[in-house]
């Protein structure tokens, strides 16, 4: 029977365990009200890109407004008392001049004056100190960056210590992956964490930067950290899958057409010279590990250098004679998962 056949060489193989992280920004900024009152507008939307300044949302300002009209009502009045203050001054020095006056007159007319002077100053630093916190009502972003999560809508009642929402700026991003404490005893800082797409391909890799000292009592997990160098990619909360390299070591491989499976055992065949120089199908049991792709990791059971049949398998027999063909490509290195 003709049989394609395949050298069995080692290569170098990844031991990988696949994990869902997060995206999380290093740099996000909480933002808080420093005004208490009800929301009235929200000017922007989660994932918003904002820069600095740029309004976020308004709280209501009915009260406020009214305590900066009352002042500056109060500064009219006080404009218009210095006004006569300084007529009466004026008068009394030319009355003094003309010695209509005394100089007790005069004195107490500049006191006034300055008596005057002095209120209207303090009502324009009330106005100011009004007026700024009449901006407070108005809230802006501190720094540029991506809108997160807005927990609050129009008409919620809010205080100074109510998370209104975050500015995240994606220049620094790291994932987050929660090591189950079974695997987290071989975590490491530096271990190569690739990060792989929908079809399962690598289109970068970073290395782990932080490994929490404690377990989640919740989780049961360790927490592992890795910064991200391709930020564009990727955005503040996004999930991503997560592979981390635990070792790279020299292996068999074999494809998955290689071996059949009977009774839960895997079994695969091996062409070698049989009596009288024929070649013929041997059978090996055979333990398999980690898939890469189309592959078998091999634990027991096949040897470097021997050659395995991986073709026509179904239809080989022990001890059967086989006429070897062209020896297929030999499969090349991977992850584990």
């Known amino acids: 029977m003709p049989v394609e056949v395949l050298t069995l060489a080692e290569q170098p193989v990844e031991q990988t ?47 406020q407004q009214a305590a900066v009209a009352n002042l500056e009502s109060q500064r009219v009045a006080r404009q218009a008392d210095v006004q006569y203050a300084r ?9 003094l001049e003309a010695g209509a006056a005394s100089q007790a007159e005069k004195e107490q007319a500049e006191t006034a ?39 609050v809508r129009v008409g919620d009642s809010v205080t100074k210590s109510t998370l209104l929402t975050t500015i995240d700026q994606n220049a620094g991003l790291e994932v987050y992956i929660n090591v189950p404490v079974q695997e987290a005893q071989n975590l490491r800082i530096g271990l190569p964490v690739q990060l792989v797409d929908d079809r399962g391909q690598v289109f970068t890799t970073t290395k782990v930067s932080f490994v929490s000292p404690s377990v989640d009592n919740a989780t049961q997990s360790v ?14 909360d996004q999930f991503a899958r997560a592979r981390i390299v635990w070792t790279t070591a020299p292996a068999l491989t074999v494809p998955l057409v290689a071996l059949n499976r009977i009774n839960g055992q895997f079994f695969a065949y091996v062409a070698e010279p049989g009596e009288g120089g024929a070649i013929v199908a041997r059978q090996r049991s055979v333990e ?31 001890g059967a004679p086989v006429a070897v063909g062209t020896p297929a490509p030999a499969p090349a290195g991977g992850k584990g998962r």
Do not use: C, W
Request: no cysteine; net charge positive; aromatic share 4%.
């Open 87 to 95: 007529q009466q001054a004026t008068r009394m020095k030319t009355l």
């Open 17 to 63: 365990t696949e994990f869902v992280g997060t995206v999380k920004s290093r740099r996000s900024t909480t933002v808080q009200p420093q005004v208490e009152g009800f929301v009235t507008r929200i000017l922007v939307r989660s994932g918003d890109r904002v820069r600095p300044g740029a309004a976020l949302m308004e709280i209501d300002a009915g009260m």
């Open 288 to 318: 398999p590990g980690a898939v890469i792709g189309n592959d078998y990791v091999v634990k027991s059971g096949l040897k470097p250098g021997e050659k395995l049949i991986v073709s026509g398998v179904q239809k080989i027999r022990d």
């Open 223 to 236: 927490l592992a950290k890795a910064v991200l160098d391709q930020p564009g990619q990727f955005r503040t």
């Open 113 to 151: 004056l300055q008596t005057s002077e002095a209120q209207l100053k303090a009502v324009e630093a009330q106005i100011r100190e009004q007026r700024v916190a009449l901006a407070y009502h108005r809230v802006t972003a501190p720094v540029a960056g991506i809108v997160g999560d807005v927990p």
